[in-house]
T-cell receptor, first 113, second 110 residues
């Protein structure tokens, strides 16, 4: 257990509403990631963070923003949710940069109607 | 970006059978991980294996980095082995960002 929690675990929302997902870790890891999982695509990187206030885009970042104001929390925001953002969202941490192994949280299932 | 291809896409096994899952990747990597996603959606780390061979119980994995592939072996399969198996890699110059394959869905029947 890498001490990663995600909230909420399930959410149903309507098109056009803002949504924020939270990833919380308890072990002071520097690197944190947001991925989305869709059928046929595996997981795809949305955004990642390499420190407080240091973030960068992944391969599917359009329509998403992130913030990291403290080490333990990494927030993913959908400013105006669309049906194409219905997905399962996973947060991950890099436990040890010299060993390069990522561990994943339990996921958040988001449905946009 | 780097391409990661997994085969086969689906696999149905009888309990007790052995199987091999394959992961091909298109560029040099400095990280390769195998994950098992169980029927509840949880992603479980199986192996961190950028090169060489590792074993963990009935599971083993081999990565031949120079030939850009990795194999995951499941021996004496059990119904609890059902789920989706993902291979994911970090390209050698890519700042710890994982690229995933589409996965192999394994169904083990009693």
């Amino acid at each position: 257990d890498a001490g990663i929690t995600q909230s909420p675990r399930h959410k149903v929302t309507e098109t056009g509403t803002p949504v924020t997902l939270r990833c919380h870790q308890t072990e002071n890891h520097r690197y944190m990631y947001w991925y989305r999982q869709d059928p046929g695509h595996g997981l795809r990187l949305i955004h990642y963070s390499y420190g407080v206030k240091d973030t960068d885009k992944g391969e599917v970042s359009d329509g998403y923003s992130v913030s990291r104001s403290k080490t333990e929390d990494f927030l993913l925001t959908l400013e105006s949710a669309t049906s194409s953002q219905t997905s399962v969202y996973f947060c991950a941490i890099l436990a040890d940069p010299s060993y390069n192994e990522q561990f994943f949280g339990p996921g958040t299932r988001l449905t946009v109607l | 970006g780097i391409q990661v291809e997994q085969s086969p896409p689906d696999l149905i096994l009888q309990e007790g059978a052995n199987s091999t899952l394959r992961c091909n990747f298109s560029d040099s990597v400095n990280n390769l991980q195998w994950f098992h996603q169980n029927p509840w959606g949880q992603l479980i780390n199986l192996f961190y294996i950028p090169s060489g061979t590792k074993q963990n119980g009935r599971l083993s994995a081999t990565t031949v980095a120079t030939e850009r592939y990795s194999l995951l072996y499941i021996s004496s399969s059990q119904t609890t082995d059902s789920g989706v198996y993902f291979c994911a890699v970090v390209r050698a110059s890519n700042d710890y960002k994982l690229s995933f394959g589409a996965g192999t869905t394994v169904t083990v029947r009693a």
